[in-house]
């Protein structure tokens, strides 16, 4: 081809691609910034097991057997974080107005607000609805899905199945033992799941535990490709590494550009709760099949002190500033503040964790049951947080169920851009004769609009999931059931997980899995939903993926040197031209595309050895012709070239034409 149609050869993250000791110094490393609290933790490397690569295979569907014994998988709850014997009753909580209309309020004294009436059907209904797997034996489901670019993978106790973006399942259900390669004699417990919209690719675990050999395990299995029936690689870690007698339960997962992050409560033997640890794992290693690194940071502290029971890792969607990653914690019982946790440095040699309290409008008490008809109620497991969510405008989003006039939401909005993280605001949902709880929000992309799925339930309503769509000034925009339930929940137990994320074709469209009670009163179902948050086109330039998949050209690669170094090779031969220079980006603002450094005059030969820029950065190979003229940089996953702020290379013109494909 013409020397000077030169495109993109390849481009990729290298921010995981060092070991420890070739990895470049972390922006971040070694400071503390102002307004956090430096949380002392104990670093373990545990043993992380590596299993062959296995596919979904098909299981026939339940049936129950004859005098069969149903299974509760409980979660086991310590006593200090239990409410107090003389708990509050249902009660107007601070900073509440008397209800009148189904409505978001601002939970702020100083800055009043008239609450504003429900309006049905002004934006886009759910569009997509299916039942995900079942297995009547267990209770709770506790059902978890994600999104990816072309499937769902829906898991609950004790299978998984995947589906299309139609809901038609295409593989299992597939047993969980069977699926992570458990062995015999092992309980399993507690599914979670993950889309990775960086890589495409997505991320299941499960908990298991062998009491009579104090083994306890997080399993964890990452696809290696955006195919969820294809291929996916399995690992276990030893979650009681550097804690022997201790077991992990109530897993809890988060992503961001760089790892998988995952958080437990630790229990003694006797069941006792010890603490709560954070497992960090190399998420590429684990796309590639290859043992990930893995940093366990154990018996992780407030700012006070105290021992965050069910830590919440963050949804970090986009690159953040410094490569900070977020968790939240909320008291079981009562406070008055959220304990804000912020992580920095390189996670897998010497990460730094910082916690800071931020104050709420008032005090918090956790709810009691749920009504449902009849007379059992609900069990709505505490005023903790059930999902963070990081928009890249530097703000954390969560929400909790709290008591009040009844079962209530506060959804809070924390900005954590800067030196000290505050809280923006807090919304209450508060509906008459109506009860929510296990609350899930994602914000809007675009203003202060978000999306709200909660269990619902009253003395009228057998209790199901319900999506809400609310305006930044507390309009309950839109709002319906995911599917009406038909039974009551006898089991003691509800959820307890749920989900709900973005879908990463676009950001648009939202996901969500709640349970309601359809085939018994024991084991509940499953419900998978799906609907435009707006109506609104699809975005026109999808988020990048930074690993060169989705434009054309040749993939480069990238060999770590034990002296510090990175060879980078690719295909010259296809893209013929007298040189070649490197562009490197910082990922932090990867959307932008510019150029940070250029190597320069690394000739033709397809090989580059030298030293990378420090932080973390992606890299691209522009050709050249006859040093005045440059290659394009080439095109996004949307079309549109890649621009060139840079001029280092000394060129007088560029030539955007044509592509380099092997």
Known sequence: MNARRVALLAFLSLALAFPAAARPPHPDAGTTPAG???????????????????RLR??????????????????????????????????????????????????????????????????????????????????PPDPVMAPGSRHVVVLVNLVMAVYDKQGTRLSGPTSLRTFFGIPAGFNIFDPVAVPDPFRDRLVVGVAARKAADEDSRIYLAFSDSNDATGTWHRFWI??????????????????????????????SSSNSYRNASLFIVDKEAGYAGETPDVTTMIDVRTS?????????????????????????????????SFEVFRLTGDRFANPSLTARSVALPGNYFAPGDADQPGDTGVPTLGANPWNVFWRD????????????????????????????????????????????????????????????????????????????????????????LLVDGTRVNGSDRHGDYFAMYPDPSDRNRLWMIAQYMKNSSFSGNSIVASALFEEAA????????????????????????????????WDASTCPAPGNHLAWYDLAAIASYQVTSETCAIGTSGSWTGNAPAGNVGVIVVSDDDATVEGSHGVDSSGNERPSVSSSCGFTSKDTTGTCAP
């Open 238 to 267: 030893d979650a009681d590494a550097g804690q022997p007698g201790n077991w992990a339960d109530y897993p809890a997962i988060g992503l961001d550009r760089l790892a998988v992050y995952v958080t437990a409560n630790m229990f």
């Open 538 to 569: 699809p975005p026109a330039s999808p988020p990048p993926v930074p690993d060169g998949k989705d434009v054309s050209g040749e993939e480069i690669r990238v060999r770590k040197n034990g002296d510090g170094t990175v060879t980078i090779t």
């Open 58 to 139: 098909d299981l026939p569907a339940y049936v129950p057997r004859a005098g069969e014994r149903p299974v509760l998988i409980p979660n086991v709850f310590p006593g200090s974080a239990e409410i107090p014997g003389d708990r509050p009753g249902r009660r107007e909580a601070s900073g509440t107005s008397e209800a009148a209309n189904q409505r978001l309020v601002l939970v702020q004294p100083e800055r009043p607000t008239t609450p504003t009436t429900l309006d049905e059907g002004t934006l886009p209904a759910i569009d997509v609805r299916f039942d995900g797997p079942y297995d009547g034996g267990v209770a």
């Open 393 to 480: 405008d530097g703000t954390l989003w969560t929400a909790q169920a709290i008591s009040g006039s009844q079962v209530t939401v506060w959804v809070h909005e924390f900005d954590v851009s800067g030196e000290t993280p505050t809280r923006v605001r807090t919304w209450e949902l508060s509906i008459p004769g109506k009860d929510s709880f296990f609350p899930h929000v994602i914000p809007d992309t675009e203003d202060d609009d978000f999306a709200l799925m909660t269990a619902f339930c009253a003395e009228d309503t057998f209790v199901t999931g319900r999506y809400w769509n609310v305006g930044a000034d507390g309009t309950v925009r839109a709002a319906e």
């Open 304 to 336: 006070g002190g105290g021992s965050p029971y069910r830590l919440r890792p963050a949804y970090v969607p986009a690159a953040t500033p410094g490569d900070a990653y977020f968790l939240v914690y909320g008291n079981n019982a009562f406070a008055n």
């Open 36 to 54: 956090w609290v430096p949380v002392s933790t104990r670093v373990a490397r545990p043993g992380v097991h590596r299993l062959g690569p296995v």
